[in-house]
């Protein structure tokens, strides 16, 4: 007999998720919404997709042991197909879901590589314009 199996939620995920990010940023007062909200929206991200993940594979695990019950016992050809089916959508779901993740690590990449480093960049060579002054004013008060 074909059962269907759908993935429990509780099996996938028993712990809360919490952001790291979230935490190290309440404790140094970032009180920038924008930061906020980027933060919360990437945690979330971050835990819909492992978990959407960890649930197609659970559930594609599932059919595929299904299947090979159905096929030792010797089940009806219709039954196994239909199993077989399914565990062929689910695949393609995983693959899609992978690629999704990919994509968004490409943009993350980009992102880092076009805004964030010549930020950090600017920063560093205007810290650096600021102690030589600072050493320039040091050494004629020291005269």
Do not use: C
């Amino acid at each position: 007999m074909l059962h269907v199996v759908t993935p429990s939620l509780s099996v996938v995920s028993s712990q809360p998720f919490t952001s790291k990010t979230t935490e190290t940023s309440s404790s140094a007062d970032n009180t920038d919404p924008a930061f906020l909200d980027f933060s919360e929206e990437l945690s979330w991200k971050t835990k819909n997709l492992s978990s959407t993940l960890q649930k197609l594979y659970l559930w594609e695990k599932k059919l595929y042991n299904e299947v090979k019950r159905l096929d030792e016992r010797g089940a009806e050809a219709n039954k196994v197909d239909s199993t077989r089916n399914a565990i062929r959508n689910l695949s393609t779901k995983i693959r899609i879901a992978i690629q999704v993740v990919d994509k968004i690590s490409v943009t993350i990449n980009k992102i880092r590589d076009d805004e964030l480093w010549p930020l950090l960049n600017e920063l560093i060579e205007g810290f650096g314009g600021y102690r030589l002054a600072a050493l320039s004013k040091h050494r004629i008060h020291q005269v």
